[in-house]
């Protein structure tokens, strides 16, 4: 009788909670072990150092002297920290572009050529197997060491230029060479993937219809084809680049570090942030208020990015 | 149309060097294959310097010469690696090894567990968690290094193996690659499969899982380079030399006064030689696994 009236409130708390065939209990069963290790090791995280931020915290994860937004105003008006934004800003400048063209070269050479493409595609796709720290150190001891026996001076000194100290001077600041080969080298296969499988993805049609137009094959297909069907890989490409770019760190810290300290230019954000957080102060405060407000900048200009690029892609259509 | 007639308008975009290509054609292919020849060999250039000098001498890298190959390879250098007195390479070796196992394994089991639950069993709020679940995407990992440090310090989990694992564990890009291939699985086939009698659990672990083998290869070998490989935290939570990684172990090598070079190199070859198998073998997973990773932006 009651069952027929108020079916719901019959069934006891507890059937209400695990839901319809138990969907609710299967649901986390599933779900939660995951989210449950998401809530303790990263929002939690992220809530903690957001109280931090406000507080004097050197040496400690449990402080109690609350300063406000002093860690926020030491940190902006650190030189240090604004250079390092301006270290990050100039090594995307080169990277980013660089990365992108040789890329999107490789994956259009690769993709237009008959014989040996798997080799191709292997050898470039190869060093992201690598680590940072390995291509740092042969970087750093094999090919750029400043000395004649380097690969590097030792290509130079066929063509009769002298000896160059790749990593010790900063003027000319050679280093930032030796950073931007070494990201290149590790990181091009990966985007070169992302667009061959852009380009697999173009229908063939496309091209067959451009042909019967009348368009050349070249650079009237690449400019009115190719590039405007890669448009999307194209995006997710760039916001990776900057992203990565963004959070440099082991490469910085491997090849220009020697025995224990760190130079005082050529530090990207996560470097000055390293050395706040766990150099000789351990100011964990500060290290937070850094950590908020590299997040709250990547996070926009990832956002800022998006929007443009699909702002731009409704334009067009 | 016929096919030699789709032939004839498809030849724009094949291209290569058929017997009657247009002369400018036909040099803009041999310029493309000797360009990629000359890069392919540049690029794999720095693999060789690492060999190099792992099997040289200590008087051959200090030579003002470029020495090409030693004169007698050093194999000794590679077990002088496991003595030498500075760094505990064994031990370092052995952490990499346990971390990353142990990190794939558990990475890919929450992940797919958890991909399946938000892809397949309908719950009120689901699309909270995905979102909440998601959001950490725009989060890079590397930015929280400082939070997480605060977190797991306080655990009492520094130079530990389970501060080197278990904050690495929650990679809501798994989850996003699991639920988008889980998404795009038959549902005729796991109704078929609760026709049968089988839970959600049954579906997933008898029908679900032997059906995507490639996902969970791509997910399973990205998720072991990217652990085998990391650095930064490591970095920071390893602050006892034993509970180095390979890679930290290197990286102090590296930076430390008057390191052994030949030595350096050859631990350098034995952190990379597996994990360049382990691709080269796996190469048509992680590939695919990459390209859906970018296709997600």
């Known amino acids: 009788m009651s069952s027929a009236a108020a079916p719901a409130a019959s069934r006891p708390w507890w059937r209400v909670l695990a839901g319809n065939q138990n969907r609710n209990l299967w649901f986390w069963a599933f779900v939660g072990p995951f989210f449950v290790g998401l809530l303790i090791f990263v929002y ?77 595609r292997s050898a470039f796709f190869l060093p992201t197997a690598c680590s940072y720290v390995v291509a740092s150190l042969v970087w750093k001891m094999a090919i750029f060491n400043g000395l004649p026996s380097g690969l590097a001076n030792t290509v130079l000194s066929w063509f009769g230029i002298g000896n160059i100290a790749w990593l010790s001077i900063t003027d000319p600041p050679w280093y930032w060479l030796v950073l931007v080969t070494l990201r290149l080298w590790l990181q091009v296969g990966f985007y070169m993937i992302l667009f061959l499988a852009g380009l697999q993805r173009i229908p063939p049609i496309l091209y067959e219809a451009a042909a019967i137009d009348g368009a050349k094959p070249g650079w009237q297909t690449l400019r009115y084809i190719t590039l ?90 | 149309m016929t096919s030699a007639a789709a032939q004839r308008v498809r030849a724009p975009h094949l291209s290569g060097g058929g017997v009657r290509q247009p002369p400018l054609e036909r040099a803009g292919a041999i310029l493309r294959t000797v360009l990629l020849v000359l890069g392919a060999l540049l690029f794999l250039i720095p693999f060789y310097l690492i060999i190099r000098t792992a099997l040289a001498t200590e008087p051959e890298i200090a030579e003002l010469e470029f020495t090409l190959w030693p004169a007698k390879a050093q194999w000794q250098n590679f077990a002088d690696v ?103 699985f038959p549902r005729d086939l796991e109704e078929a499969g609760r026709i049968d009698g089988l839970g959600y659990f049954g579906v997933f672990w008898r029908i679900v899982v032997p059906n995507t083998g490639a996902v969970f290869a791509a997910i399973g ?30 990286s102090a090598y590296t930076t430390s006064q008057n390191p052994n070079y030949s030595q350096l190199f050859a631990a350098a ?29």
Do not use: H
């Open chain 1, 44 to 120: 939690i995280p992220i809530l903690w150092s957001l109280y931090l931020s406000f507080f004097d915290a050197r040496n400690t994860v449990t402080p109690t002297d609350f300063v406000g937004l002093q860690n926020y105003a030491t940190m902006l008006t650190d030189p240090n920290f604004l250079s390092s934004l301006g270290t990050f800003a100039l090594f995307a400048v080169f990277i980013v572009p660089v990365t992108f063209v040789f890329s999107l070269g490789l994956a259009l050479a690769i993709n237009r050529t008959r014989w040996f493409q798997a080799f191709y």
């Open chain 1, 228 to 317: 405007p069907q890669l448009r999307a890989t194209s995006a997710a490409v760039l916001v990776l680049l900057l992203i990565n770019a963004f959070q440099a760190f082991d490469e910085f810290y491997n090849t220009l570090s020697s025995f224990g300290s760190y130079p005082p230019y050529a530090r990207p954000p996560l470097v000055y942030l390293y050395f706040i957080a766990f150099g000789r102060e351990q100011n964990l405060g500060q290290g937070s208020a850094g950590a908020i407000i590299l997040a709250v900048l990547v996070g926009l200009v990832t956002i800022l990015q998006l929007r443009f690029l699909r702002e731009r892609d409704g334009a067009r259509r």
């Open chain 2, 82 to 184: 496991f003595s030498n007195s500075q760094v505990p390479f064994a031990r370092a070796l052995l952490n990499s090894v346990l971390v990353s196992v142990v990190q794939t394994v558990l990475t890919v089991v929450l992940a797919a567990l958890a991909g399946y639950g938000l892809a397949r069993i309908p719950y009120r709020y689901s699309g909270l968690v995905s979102g909440l679940v998601l959001a950490t995407l725009m989060i890079p990992a590397a930015v929280t290094f400082v939070p997480t440090f605060v977190m797991v310090s306080s655990l009492g989990w520094v130079s530990s193996l389970r501060g080197l694992i278990i904050p690495g564990l929650f990679s809501a890009l798994a989850v996003f690659l699991f639920r988008q291939q889980f998404s795009d």
């Open chain 2, 221 to 250: 070998a990205i998720t072991f380079l990217a652990s085998w490989n990391a650095f930064l935290w490591p970095l920071v939570i390893g602050q006892d030399p034993n509970s180095w990684t390979i890679q930290v172990a290197l």
């Open chain 2, 269 to 297: 070859t034995i952190a990379t030689v597996p994990v360049l198998l382990l691709f080269v073998g796996l190469q048509r997973f992680i590939r695919q696994g990459y390209e859906s990773t970018g296709s997600t932006g």
